[in-house]
Every structure is written in C-alpha cells, then in structure tokens.
C-alpha cells in the first residue's frame, strides 16, 4: 500500500494500528533491501504519489467545470472543457 502511494496514516487506519508501528514496519522491510531497490521502490512512490495528486488536481477541475464554477455561462464552459481535454490529450 505504501509503495502505491498511500499514506502512513491511512494504512494505520486500514489495519487498525499505530502510525509508529507502520514506520517501523517499512523501516524494517527497507533495511532488508539492497540500497539501490530503496532507491527504486522510493522513486516509483515519489511517482505513484505524484500521479495521485495529479488525479485529484484534474478531477476537482472537471467537477468544478461540470457544476459551472469556472464560468458563468454554457460558452466559458464548453472552451474551458475543450482545454482540459486538449491539455489530457498532451
């Protein structure tokens, strides 16, 4: 879960334990790991991380497009849709 993106606080919840004990477990699982797999795993979940923020910042967009919140009328919208689905196509 973690590697995925999720957070510590959210795998606690999850699996019903302390914040510390997820930290520790990672912790641990890393210090069996040869250096460079670290680095790999940390890269991938710096990106998984990226790529889920990035998701969020586009839904939000499309829903506040979608309720009429970036424009007062059906035009504004309807250009401002067809940038965001330009600006995905990219």
């Known amino acids: 879960m973690y590697q995925h993106g999720v957070t510590v606080r959210e795998i606690a919840e999850a699996e019903g334990v302390a914040e510390r004990q997820i930290y520790f477990s ?13 680095m790999a795993n940390r890269n991938f979940r710096n990106a998984m991380v990226a790529q889920r923020k990035l998701a969020e910042k586009y839904t939000n967009t499309l ?13 504004q919208r309807s250009k401002a849709l067809e940038h965001f689905r330009r600006d995905r196509r990219g």
């Open 26 to 38: 990672i912790s641990h699982c890393e210090t069996r790991l040869p250096k460079a797999d670290v």
């Open 63 to 75: 829903m506040d497009l979608l309720d009429g919140k970036a424009g007062k009328n059906w035009h």
